[in-house]
């Protein structure tokens, strides 16, 4: 009779913990949506200049850094006699 009490108890604690994750699952996703509508969003004409600010950005970077690559890639070829 113990055991059947203990293994009932020991099913009805790993449901309930089931239950509660699923629970502190959806209570989560509720409370970041929440915060995601107190958040201040930026216009779509902010959203845009800001994105080509981005792009602009990552360009400039990338062909900074291409032309970096091939002067030392040139610099390292001359030195080494390659």
């Known amino acids: 009779m113990a055991r059947r009490n203990l293994a009932q108890s020991t099913l009805i604690r790993q449901t309930a913990g089931g239950a509660q994750r699923r629970l502190f699952q959806w209570r989560f996703f509720a409370e970041v949506w929440g915060e995601l509508r107190k958040a201040e969003w930026p216009t779509r004409e902010q959203g845009i200049r800001l994105t ?30 390659r």
Request: glycine share 16%.
């Open 52 to 81: 080509g600010i981005v792009i602009a950005i990552a360009t400039f970077i990338g062909l900074l850094l291409g032309i970096m690559d091939v002067t030392f890639s040139f610099i390292g070829s001359q030195t080494l006699g």
